[in-house]
C-alpha cells in the first residue's frame, strides 16, 4: 500500500510541474543527509576493509602465505614455511592469511576484497591466531566450509596452526562429497563432548610432580612398614631382609621410571619457539615507519584516525617540536597483546622503538583495539613522572564515550594529549625512562617445569605420611579380623611370636580365648592319629588338659574356671602339640609359663626390692634378659589374680592352690600334679 501511495505521490508531483521545482532543494537536502546518515552508522572498519584488503592482497602477491608479525608467542612469521608445504596438499592454489582477531572484520567479506584486488582465482584461508577461522574458493573446487568445520569440531582448541592446517587440506584433498560427510560426522560427534587437550598447563605439571613424589615415598614406605608388621614376633629373622629392601628400591624406580613415561609433555602450547627475528620483526616495520612519518598506524588493524584527526596530530606534533623544551612526538597506533614480543608491555615496546629509531623524544603508544594511550619520554627535558603518574584517565583510559565508540575517540584523546605535553613542566636536565624489566622468554612461557620438581617436594612428605597412615589402617584392620576369626574359630598363636606378645598380667577373657584355642587345636591333631601309640606323650598332656576342664573342652570358655587352672590348660596344650611336631620340650619358662618352650635354667632375680634369686627354666628371651638385664626379670613374672588375697596380683608359683606352682619342676611333674589333684592314678 505504501509503494502504491508512493507512485501516486510521485506521479502527481511530476505532473505538477511548477511545484516539483520548489521540492529538488528540500529532497536533494533529505538524501544528503540520509546519506551521511548511514555514513556515520555504519562502523570505522568498514571504512576500512578496502584499505586492509589491498594492504593484504600486496602481502599474498608477495608470498602466498602471510603471517602477521604481530603474534610471534603464538604464530611466530618462521612458521610461514611449514604452511606453504602443508598448503600444497590441497591440489588447488592456496592463500593463507594469519592474522590478529578482528572482532569488528566481518571476515568472508574482507577475503572476498582480498581475492577481487589479488585477481587470483583459489582457496583463500584466513586464521585469526593459532585458529582457521574462515575459508572460501574463488574459480576452484574445494570444500571450504566442510574443511573448516572438520577442523573446528575434530580438533582441540589448543591443536595449534599447524596441526589445524594439516586437517584442513587432508579435508580439501578429500573432495566435496566425502569432506561434507566428515563434516556432519564430526558435528555429531563433538557437538556436546569436546575433543581432550594435547597439552596440559604448569597447574596440571605441578599436579603430576605432586603425584609423583607421593607415591615414590608412599610406595617403598608402605612396603617397608608393611614387612616390619608382617615380620613382628620373629625374632630369630630379621625383620627387613635384603628381598623387603630390594623391592623397596625396585618399586621406587618403577614409579620414577613410569612417571617419566606417563608424564612425558614437555610443552604447554604448540606454539613453535619464535626467532630473534620474529620477535624484532614488529618493531623493525614500526621504527622504519616513523622514520618516515612520527604517526605510524598499523596497517593490519582497524583506522581509528580519519584525515582530518590525522592532520591535527601532525600539526601538534610540530607545534610542540618547535616549542620551548619540546621535543620529536613519535605516535604507534600498534595493539598490545599477550602474544606480541612485548608480551603486551606498552613501555618495553616504546623502549624498543626508541632504540631502533634512534632518536629521542616522547613515544606515544595508542592500542587501537582497546584504545588505551601511553606516554614514554626518552630523553627530553620534561617531568617524566608526570606522564607516568598525573595523565589524566580520560586521555590514557577514555571514559564511558570512548568506550562506546567504535574508535575509542583516539582522536580527540590524543589531541587531549598534546595539550597535556605542552603543559608539562620543563626540567633542566633531559629525562628519560628507566630501562623496562625483559619480557618473558617466549620459549619459557610454553616450557613446562621438570617434573621432579616444584610440588614433587611436598609430595615426598605426604607419600610418607600416606604410607604410614596406610600401614595404620592395614594393621587396625588386620587386627580387627584376627579378633573377630579368633572369637569365632579360635587358633594358637605362632610359638615363635610368645615371647613377645604373652601378656605377664593376661586377663581373664584371655586366658579363657587362648585356653580353648589350644585345647581345641590339640585335640584336632590328635584325631589325626590311627593308634593312641602314635600320640605318645601328646595323650598324657591332653589327658591332663582335660581333667582339669571336667572333659569338656568348652568349660574354659565359661565362667568359674579360674585363671591358674587356665594358664596350667594352656601350657598342657602348647606342650601336646610340640610333642607331636616332633620337638618334645619338659621344660617350660618359669618366669612366665605363657612363653612356651624353655631353653635352658638359670638363676634369675625374681624380686624387685630386694636380690632375691631363683632356679627357674627360662625360654632364650627371659635367658637373654637375665644375663643382659637382670633387674627386668621380676617385670616379666607371669602375675595372677590369688582369690585368698582379694584377687591381688602375685607371681603365679606363690600360689598354694592348684597344679600351676609345678610349672618350674618341668611339664610331667605338672601332669602328675594334675592327676594327683583329680584323683587319678
Not at 259 to 267: G, H, K, P, S, Y
Not at 274 to 287: H, I, Q, Y
Not at 409 to 428: N, W
Not at 521 to 526: K, P, V
Request: with cysteine; charged share 25%; proline share 9%.
Amino acid at each position: 500500500m505504501r509503494a502504491v501511495t508512493t507512485n501516486n505521490a510521485c506521479t502527481a508531483g511530476i505532473r505538477a510541474t511548477s511545484n516539483s521545482r520548489r521540492r529538488v532543494p528540500g529532497v536533494l537536502l533529505a538524501l544528503f543527509a540520509l546519506t551521511a546518515l548511514f555514513a556515520t552508522a555504519t562502523p570505522a572498519v568498514a571504512a576500512d576493509t578496502p584499505t586492509l584488503a589491498a594492504y593484504l592482497a600486496d602481502r599474498l602477491r608477495e608470498n602466498p602465505v602471510h603471517v602477521t608479525d604481530q603474534l610471534p608467542r603464538e604464530v611466530p612469521r618462521s612458521t610461514a614455511p611449514d604452511l606453504a608445504r602443508i598448503a600444497k596438499k590441497t591440489g588447488v592454489p592456496t592463500y593463507v592469511l594469519v592474522l590478529p582477531m578482528q572482532s569488528s572484520t566481518d571476515g568472508r567479506q574482507l577475503l572476498g576484497a582480498v581475492h577481487d584486488r589479488l585477481g587470483r582465482d583459489g582457496l583463500y584461508v584466513r586464521f585469526e591466531g593459532p585458529d582457521i577461522a574462515e575459508a572460501r574458493a574463488f574459480g576452484v573446487d574445494a570444500p571450504a566450509d566442510a574443511a573448516v568445520t572438520v577442523t573446528q569440531y575434530e580438533l582441540p582448541y589448543d591443536a595449534g596452526p599447524l596441526r589445524s592446517f594439516e586437517r584442513f587440506a587432508d579435508v580439501i584433498a578429500q573432495g566435496g562429497e566425502k569432506a561434507a560427510a566428515r563434516a556432519e560426522a564430526a558435528r555429531e560427534k563433538y557437538q556436546d563432548d569436546e575433543p581432550s587437550d594435547l597439552y596440559i598447563g604448569p597447574s596440571d605439571r605441578q599436579n603430576q610432580s605432586f603425584i609423583t613424589g607421593i607415591l615414590l615415598t608412599g610406595v617403598p614406605l608402605t612396603i617397608l612398614l608393611l614387612a616390619v608388621y608382617a615380620g613382628r614376633g620373629r625374632p630369630k629373622k630379621p625383620v627387613l631382609r635384603p628381598v623387603v629392601w630390594g623391592a623397596a628400591l625396585l618399586s621406587a624406580a618403577a614409579v620414577a621410571l613410569t612417571a617419566t613415561v606417563v608424564f612425558d609433555q614437555t610443552r604447554s602450547s604448540a606454539a613453535q619457539p619464535p626467532t630473534p627475528a620474529d620477535l624484532s620483526a614488529r618493531v623493525e616495520r614500526v621504527a622504519a615507519g616513523l622514520k618516515q612519518d612520527p604517526v605510524y598506524a598499523d596497517p593490519e588493524s582497524p583506522r581509528v584516525l580519519d584525515a582530518r584527526q590525522l592532520d591535527r596530530l601532525h600539526e601538534r606534533i610540530r607545534d610542540f617540536r618547535r616549542s620551548d623544551g619540546g621535543g620529536p612526538v613519535y605516535v604507534s597506533l600498534v595493539p598490545q597483546t599477550p602474544e606480541s614480543e612485548s608480551a603486551g608491555d606498552s613501555g618495553l615496546f616504546a623502549a624498543a622503538v626508541h632504540a631502533k629509531v634512534g632518536e629521542d623524544g616522547v613515544y606515544v603508544v595508542a592500542d587501537p583495539d582497546d584504545g588505551t594511550i601511553d606516554a614514554y619520554n626518552h630523553g627530553l627535558r620534561l617531568d617524566g613522572n608526570l606522564l607516568t603518574f598525573d595523565m589524566p584517565d580520560s586521555v590514557t583510559l577514555g571514559d564511558s564515550r570512548a568506550d562506546e565508540a567504535g574508535d575509542h575517540l583516539l582522536g580527540e584523546r590524543l589531541d587531549a594529549l598534546m595539550t597535556f605535553l605542552d603543559d608539562t613542566p620543563r626540567t633542566d636536565r633531559p629525562w628519560s625512562e628507566p630501562a623496562p624489566p625483559a619480557a618473558p622468554s617466549a620459549a619459557g612461557e610454553t616450557a613446562l617445569p621438570p617434573l621432579f620438581s616444584t610440588d614433587f617436594w611436598p609430595g615426598l612428605f605426604v607419600g610418607a605420611f600416606a604410607a604410614l597412615l596406610l600401614s595404620s589402617v592395614v594393621a587396625g584392620a588386620t587386627w580387627i579380623v584376627r579378633a573377630l576369626r579368633r572369637r569365632r574359630s579360635p587358633a594358637p598363636e605362632p610359638s615363635g611370636s610368645l615371647p613377645l606378645t604373652a601378656p605377664t598380667e593376661p586377663s581373664v577373657s584371655y586366658l579363657r580365648r587362648t585356653a580353648y584355642a589350644e585345647l581345641t587345636a590339640l585335640t584336632a591333631l590328635t584325631a589325626e592319629f590311627s593308634a593312641p601309640d602314635d600320640r605318645g606323650r601328646a595323650w598324657d598332656h591332653l589327658d591332663a588338659a582335660l581333667l582339669l576342664v571336667d572333659g569338656d573342652p568348652g568349660r574354659v570358655r565359661q565362667p568359674g574356671t579360674d585363671a591358674a587352672t587356665l594358664v596350667a590348660v594352656i601350657v598342657l596344650a602348647r606342650a601336646g602339640r610340640a610333642a607331636l611336631a616332633g620337638d618334645p620340650a619338659d621344660l617350660c619358662c618359669g618366669v612366665n609359663p605363657l612363653h612356651g618352650p624353655a631353653t635352658r635354667r638359670h638363676h634369675v632375680r625374681v624380686s624387685a626390692e630386694r636380690n632375691h634369686r631363683r632356679l627357674l627354666p627360662v625360654c632364650r628371651l627371659c635367658g637373654d634378659t637375665a644375663v643382659a638385664e637382670p633387674g627386668g626379670i621380676p617385670a616379666r613374672l607371669l602375675k595372677l589374680p590369688d582369690p585368698s588375697l582379694g584377687n591381688t596380683r602375685v607371681p603365679y608359683y606363690d600360689m598354694t592352690d592348684g597344679p600351676l606352682t609345678a610349672v618350674p619342676n618341668g611339664i610331667a611333674r605338672l601332669i602328675d600334679k594334675v592327676r594327683e589333684t583329680a584323683g587319678v592314678h
